[in-house]
């Protein structure tokens, strides 16, 4: 029962430098979403995609870029890391559109941009 | 556009005692309101879901929540709490057929005394 995995866990970073997060599902999913978690803020939505080769913009895009090459996969960019990146990462997973479908999580990605 | 307020960013109760934690919403057309739980360095799990059936949603681990219109409430309750609730609870509305439009709230924290 893997369901939504995320890699790397843990990861800092120097200002400027770039990483990817990776997402993997098993669900067969159609959409996916990667959300940031700040203290206070509750998360939002920094781009979701909808199928294989899509992907779009959500609350909080800037700084960061996606890519849906494979449908089970959803990548996060970071080209170049700033403090105000430092967050927990979400990726989440979901059937289609009706709402009604349930979200699913991954165990979050701790970055720290130093 | 949509929006949820959870009143209380910290909530205490003792165990055995009745939990109720408070979302109110705001949408311009019937809403969709999940409740969701995240545990301490964990993502989010889906406690219970309103999609416009019935007004009283019954959830996982003794959780419920009632839609009110009339209030804009969607508040979440469990008649006696347990050691194992503490956790952070999240409200969330959106659109029905708009998963990408999963807008959370800032979030409460249980905390149970024994």
């Known amino acids: 029962n893997a369901g939504v995995t995320q890699t790397p866990k843990f990861r800092v970073l120097k200002t400027g430098q770039s990483m990817t997060l990776l997402c993997a599902q098993d669900?067969?999913?159609?959409?996916m979403y990667w959300y940031r978690q700040d203290p206070g803020m509750g998360l939002r939505l920094i781009h979701y995609s909808v199928g294989e080769g899509t992907t779009a913009k959500g609350e909080v895009p800037d700084g960061y870029n996606v890519s849906r090459l494979k449908k089970q996969n959803f990548l996060l960019g970071l080209e170049s890391a700033a403090p105000s990146q430092t967050s927990v990462y979400f990726c989440?997973?979901?059937?289609?559109?009706?709402?009604?479908?349930?979200?699913?999580f991954g165990e979050g990605s701790w970055l720290t941009v130093v | 556009a949509q929006s949820v307020t959870q009143l209380g960013s910290h909530v205490s109760v003792s165990e055995g005692a009745l939990v109720l934690l408070r979302c109110n919403y705001s949408s311009s057309v019937p809403p969709y309101l999940f409740w969701y739980v995240q545990y301490p360095n964990q993502g989010l799990q889906l406690l219970l879901k309103?999609?416009?059936?019935?007004?009283l949603v019954k959830g996982i681990n003794g959780f419920e929540a009632e839609f009110k219109k009339s209030e804009t409430s969607f508040h979440l309750t469990k008649p006696s709490a347990h050691m194992s609730d503490a956790a952070e609870y999240f409200c969330a509305v959106s659109r029905p057929y708009n998963t990408d439009k999963l807008i959370f709230g800032t979030g409460t924290r249980l905390q149970v005394f024994p």
């Open positions: 309103y999609t416009s059936a019935a007004t």
């Open positions: 989440a997973s979901s059937y289609g559109a009706d709402s009604g479908n349930t979200i699913y």
């Open positions: 669900m067969n999913h159609e959409y």
